[in-house]
């Protein structure tokens, strides 16, 4: 499972607003109250979070691992369908978005952070779309 929009979800601190703001064709000024994609500071402020929704779900009785805004997790058949719901149910209940097409009901495989795991055949692999971008990058002409 995956946040939708993760930065965006998350609120900067009303008193560190002018610290995010920036002025346009020399007098418009925009403040943002997310945290900006790119800032070292984001990423944290996610990964901290999602550490927490992490934390709330193990004392559910659940495990899941986290890695910034992504939720991965291997369950026993038999539970899987429970943990998935409790995870959406968390999650919902602490006002964040997952991704609508990560929404589905588990199944016997799942990517994760760009690796595809299947629990039918017990393999590790990288997906088709991932190996099709390594394969065009080596053979890509080199730009100096």
Same mark, same amino acid.
């Given at each position: 499972?995956?946040?939708?929009?993760?930065?965006?979800?998350?609120?900067?601190?009303?008193?560190?607003?002018?610290?995010?703001? $920036?002025?346009?064709?020399?007098?418009?000024?925009?403040?943002?109250? @997310?945290?900006?994609?790119?800032?070292?500071?984001?990423?944290?402020?996610?990964?901290?979070? &999602?550490?927490?929704?992490?934390?709330? $779900?193990?004392?559910?009785?659940?495990?899941? &691992?986290?890695?910034?805004?992504?939720?991965?997790?291997?369950?026993?058949?038999?539970?899987?369908?429970?943990?998935?719901? @409790?995870?959406?149910?968390?999650?919902?209940?602490?006002?964040?978005?997952?991704?609508?097409?990560?929404?589905?009901?588990?199944?016997?495989?799942?990517?994760?952070?760009?690796?595809?795991?299947?629990?039918? *055949?017990?393999?590790?692999?990288?997906?088709? *779309?991932?190996?099709?971008?390594?394969? @065009?990058?080596?053979?890509?002409?080199?730009?100096?």
């Amino acid at each position: 499972m995956d946040l939708s929009r993760a930065y965006r979800q998350l609120r900067i601190d009303p008193r560190d607003y002018h610290l995010l703001g $920036y002025r346009h064709n020399g007098f418009l000024l925009y403040f943002d109250i @997310a945290p900006p994609f790119g800032l070292r500071s984001s990423a944290m402020m996610c990964q901290r979070t &999602t550490s927490a929704v992490m934390h709330m $779900y193990q004392v559910l009785g659940c495990s899941c &691992t986290n890695y910034i805004d992504d939720f991965g997790a291997a369950e026993i058949l038999e539970k899987s369908s429970a943990a998935f719901h @409790a995870l959406s149910t968390l999650l919902v209940s602490l006002g964040l978005e997952s991704l609508p097409e990560k929404d589905s009901p588990p199944n016997t495989s799942m990517v994760f952070l760009g690796i595809l795991v299947n629990t039918d *055949d017990m393999t590790v692999s990288v997906t088709p *779309d991932r190996l099709h971008e390594l394969f @065009a990058s080596l053979f890509s002409p080199l730009v100096s």
